[in-house]
């Protein structure tokens, strides 16, 4: 791959995406490095959105 002058090597092992990132600055996105966290966001927003439309259709019931 010299022709496309990035280099061919890596880690030589299995790491984790948090591992690559420290080798690898820039190279992996929060998002992989954050799964949970995002899964976790993306749940409890949709909770909220849940109980705020439950809310506001007992509210305009009264």
Wanted: one cysteine or more; a neutral charge; charged letters at 15%.
């Amino acid at each position: 791959m010299s022709a496309l002058g990035v280099p061919c090597s890596g880690p030589g092992r299995v790491v984790n995406a948090n591992e690559l990132a420290k080798e690898y600055p820039g190279l992996v996105s929060w998002v992989e490095r954050h799964p949970y966290r995002l899964a976790f966001a993306i749940a409890g927003m949709v909770c909220a959105a849940i109980l705020t439309l439950g809310l506001v259709s007992i509210a305009s019931e009264s």
